[in-house]
């Protein structure tokens, strides 16, 4: 057992150690075989990507910036003002208000501090109305960060000028199996997904 | 600042002249925030103080207040190379004291995953290793270029399934939170395709240059006994001799389906250990080919959808989950009573039971010996420091 | 008192010439290197990047001079000129066509070998006069190192020297005419230029043997706390070293201006050859890690020296043996 290795056991253990032919054809192979290699990518086509001439493309799941939406067929704001997402949050960033009226409730404020956000999706998930959503985009450099203080007129801007993720919370739920299943192994898939996120088939 | 224990006074050097230098928080290969103080003699190292903690972030404090459903995306970030890692350990700790069970595609998706970490923190720890050691003007710095685009391709697998490309939020108490999406399986079948050739094309570039071979040869030997004491874990211990995975000795996530080497070598150097983990990333790779083949239908939780942060419950137990990381096992010892947050939470950091190692190691070695031996051991400071 | 200063005419031009080239070497090496690592260099300074070393010239002559309160004053503010004259001067004998240099030596050879050994001394300042440990440190591993390949840089310098029978520059040039270029020479010229290729990467610290300098160790070694224009002078300095060293290793082994075309084509041709050796260079350095100063000077003095001492008095022997007028 040895408590703390002294320079006598590192050099006899140094010994002890492989140590490869010194060959000089060895040597030279394996040198010029490392610079072929560097050789060779210097005719490989570089991954650099002209940003921001050239637009990144971002996957449909992509979690960018946070938005609020209109319903669809309403055009009413979707948030009912249910405080969920600011519960969920674990940093905390969000802060709402509710609104009560007769036939639903709105949010009065909504404040989200992008600049604490961690982008962790929870809030879209925990959403009953899919009214908060995570754009395809990111793109929102500034020089102050007072403006990523972000208000609900904001919020909802951003949910017009960007394209959407896939996301919503509806969509995330049903994801994770309807309640019904849960504890069952090797049931059937689940009903309720749209169409292009079905569970993947084993042969692929 | 402490002075030098004194059991390095028992080292066989007639010190003349003693100088002490800080390799301090800042600096290009402290791998993270790591500040060791070094007493040098002309070039040879004799002894080593460990500073940690610039990376403190009160992890366990926050398990106690956030619940079941917020913390996992927390826990990406101490190992934030290799964020899946974390999150599994807490809601394996978690699923274990709830007697939760796991669907078969839920677990079949977190080793595909886990593995696809692996593979995606041992690309790094290449590509900063040689950039340690080569510099960052110089063939380090190719290497790490090379193993970095290598990277980008696995992150941007996971950005299609998770949406994020460093820290996820990828497991929930019960299942995942996604499902793999069309096409998903057969771009990762080609990226893996990719990766194996590159993989080959490092090989070839490193494995008999003389230049690696005499830095990485019998440097930084921990001898089997030592490895065995000390309590490090991951490719340092199968560097050292000792085969032991956690994978294999307790098999967790039905990893048990599935077939694959745990490569083991004895020398105990630093190129021990970056053989162990260059065979890893090809097991690593089968086990992926493999579970894609095999993946069951199924669903992928056996809780349903977040609803409300408060919707899991753990009733009233304790115990300790442990997951074999990219650098050893990482462990999380979970106190739950019965509410929807943790009564306390333990993190084994497995990079923070690694770097006990280096007072033991490094002495007797040369400067430049201290950093190839660092990055053997690959250290990550969010483990550390937590 | 025009012809009072004829005699600087010359130099001012080839010192002009040879700021310009170094100033786009960097920019040279920045973009090869940068394909050799799947991505493009300097860019969008200029186009391609072309306009970049100039942005970075007037980026550190803007720069504040910041002194360490503790540093030696005199050495460190005298440092980085003591280490780019030596740097400078080498350009003084070579000539780059025949006739045209500053001052073509019967003794070029020696004179270019004896000044550039003579910026160790301004690499020790710097490391001394900084008050900082890193630098300290740097500066020994770096007089351990250069001294030790200096050696072998000479020998495998001197073996052209015996084949062409002068020292003097011109002379080894013109010898090669022809097309019998030293580098082509049986077995000796390759073995040769392999030495001095070698010996010419370790003498200026280039990587692989960039323990000086390791950036993932000690931070810049000697020049960590230089700043401003007395960095850009220090840079400035090991790109001479490095393009002088080419200009050498051209002159020596590749023919110099030896080359097809008209006559006025040579110094081109010249220039192309020196291009050639300064990115074989930079092809080595970005393709390798570096190794531990021991075992570099290990390589040095039990490996190259003793080689390029029996190829010495191999070519002595063959150069005998063939007669005289070979």
């Not at chain 1, 192979?29 to 290699?37: F, H, K, Q, S, T």
């Not at chain 2, 590509?127 to 980008?152: K, Q, S």
């Not at chain 3, 030596?105 to 001394?128: D, H, Q, R, T």
């Not at chain 3, 000697?222 to 080419?246: D, P, T």
Request: glycine share 8%.
């Amino acid at each position: 057992m040895s408590d703390v290795q002294t320079a006598a056991d590192v050099r006899v253990l140094h010994d002890k150690s492989r140590r490869t032919g010194t060959e000089v054809s060895v040597i030279v192979r394996a040198i010029l075989g490392a610079m072929r290699i560097t050789f060779k990518n210097l005719f490989r086509k570089p991954v650099t990507v002209h940003y921001p001439e050239k637009p990144r493309t971002y996957p449909d799941r992509y979690r960018g910036l946070l938005a609020l939406v209109y319903e669809e067929d309403t055009g009413e704001e979707a948030c009912i003002g249910c405080r969920l997402c600011e519960f969920v949050c674990p940093p905390a960033v969000i802060k709402v208000e509710m609104l009560k009226s007769e036939k639903r409730n709105y949010a009065k404020a909504f404040t989200l501090e992008l600049y604490a956000c961690e982008f962790c999706e929870l809030c879209v998930q925990v959403c009953p109305t899919d009214a908060i959503v995570m754009m395809k985009s990111f793109d929102m450099p500034t020089a102050d960060r007072r403006e990523m203080l972000l208000d609900k007129d904001r919020l909802h801007a951003i949910g017009q000028q960007y394209p959407r993720s896939w996301a919503t919370g509806n969509k995330l739920r049903d994801m994770q199996g309807p309640p019904k299943m849960a504890r069952t192994e090797h049931a059937a898939a689940p009903q309720a997904p749209q169409a292009p996120q079905a569970p993947e088939g084993a042969a692929q | 600042m402490t002075t030098v224990s004194t059991t390095r006074q028992e080292l066989d050097y007639a010190g003349s002249e003693r100088l002490t230098m800080n390799m301090g928080p800042q600096h290009p290969s402290a791998h993270g925030v790591f500040r060791a103080i070094l007493q040098l003699e002309g070039e040879t190292v004799v002894g080593v103080d460990a500073v940690i903690g610039y990376l403190h972030r009160c992890h366990e404090k926050l398990a106690e207040t956030l619940t079941y459903a917020q913390y996992p995306s927390i826990a990406s970030k101490t190992d934030y190379v290799a964020a899946m890692t974390s999150e599994f350990a807490y809601v394996m700790a978690a699923e274990t004291i709830g007697k939760i069970e796991v669907p078969r595609r839920a677990q079949y998706l977190r080793v595909i995953t886990s593995e696809l970490q692996r593979v995606a923190s041992h690309l790094l720890w290449l590509g900063t290793w040689c950039l340690d050691m080569g510099g960052a003007l110089g063939g380090g710095a190719t290497i790490f270029l090379y193993t970095i685009r290598e990277r980008e391709t696995i992150l941007d697998l996971f950005e299609s399934l998770v949406g994020a490309r460093l820290l996820y939020g990828f497991y929930q108490v019960g299942g995942v939170r996604y499902d793999i999406p069309d096409g998903w399986a057969a771009t990762c079948r080609d990226t893996m395709a990719v990766i194996d050739q590159r993989i080959g094309e490092y090989e070839r570039m490193l494995e008999e240059n003389p230049f690696f071979l005499v830095r990485t040869q019998g440097v930084g030997v921990i001898s089997r006994d030592l490895a065995e004491d000390v309590g490090i874990s991951g490719p340092l211990l199968r560097g050292s001799g000792v085969a032991f995975d956690l994978r294999r000795a307790a098999p967790y996530s039905s990893y048990e389906d599935f077939e694959f080497n745990v490569p083991v070598e004895t020398a105990g150097d630093c190129f021990a250990r970056y053989r162990v983990r260059m065979v890893e990333f090809r097991e690593s790779l089968r086990i992926v080919r493999q579970a894609l083949d095999k993946l069951p239908e199924g669903p992928i939780s056996s809780r349903p959808g977040l609803k409300s942060v408060a919707q899991t419950r753990i009733p009233k137990g304790e115990t300790y989950a442990r997951v074999e990381g990219a650098r050893g096992e990482v462990g999380c010892y979970l106190v739950a009573d019965g509410s929807a947050k943790p009564y306390r939470m333990k993190w084994r950091g497995a990079s923070y039971s690694n770097l006990a190692v280096l007072p033991h190691v490094i002495p007797g070695h040369k400067v430049a010996d201290v950093v190839a031996i660092m990055g053997s051991v690959d250290p990550v400071f969010g483990e550390v420091d937590r | 008192m025009m012809e009072a200063l004829t005699p600087f005419v010359a130099p001012f031009i080839v010192m002009n010439a040879v700021l310009g080239i170094v100033t786009y070497v960097t920019l040279l090496e920045r973009k090869f290197a940068a394909r050799m690592q799947s991505r493009i260099g300097p860019y969008r300074v200029g186009p391609h990047g072309l306009l970049q070393p100039i942005a970075d010239a007037i980026k550190l002559m803007m720069k504040e001079d910041v002194v360490p309160t503790k540093a030696d004053r005199p050495i460190y503010n005298l440092a980085p000129i003591v280490f780019v004259l030596p740097c400078m001067f080498i350009f003084a004998t070579i000539p780059f066509a025949p006739g045209l240099g500053v001052a073509d030596l019967n003794i070029g050879v020696l004179f270019f070998l004896a000044v550039s050994a003579m910026e160790i001394v301004g690499l020790f300042m710097a490391g001394w006069g900084s008050n900082n440990k890193y630098a300290l440190l740097s500066a020994m591993r770096a007089v351990n190192q250069v001294i030790s390949y200096d050696l072998p840089f000479i020998f495998a310098a001197l073996t052209p020297v015996l084949l062409a029978g002068s020292l003097k520059l011109s002379d080894i040039a013109a010898a090669q005419a022809g097309g019998a270029w030293f580098i082509f020479y049986p077995v000796i010229g390759q073995l040769a230029f392999i030495a001095f290729i070698v010996s010419t990467v370790a003498a200026e610290n280039r990587a692989p043997f960039d323990i000086l300098e390791a950036e993932s160790e000690l931070v810049a070694g000697f020049r960590v706390e230089y700043s401003g224009m007395k960095f850009a002078l220090i840079q400035l300095g090991e790109y001479a070293h490095i393009i002088g060293s080419s200009f050498l290793g051209a002159l020596l082994f590749l023919g110099a201006w030896a080359g097809p075309g008209p006559e006025w084509l040579g110094p081109i041709w010249f220039l192309t050859k020196a291009l050639f050796m300064f990115l074989v260079v930079t092809w080595v350095r970005w393709s390798f890690v570096r190794i531990r100063v021991d075992q570099i000077l290990a390589l040095s003095w039990k490996v190259l020296l003793p080689f390029t001492l029996l190829l010495l008095v191999a070519t002595a022997i063959v150069v005998v043996w063939r007669g005289p007028g070979v």
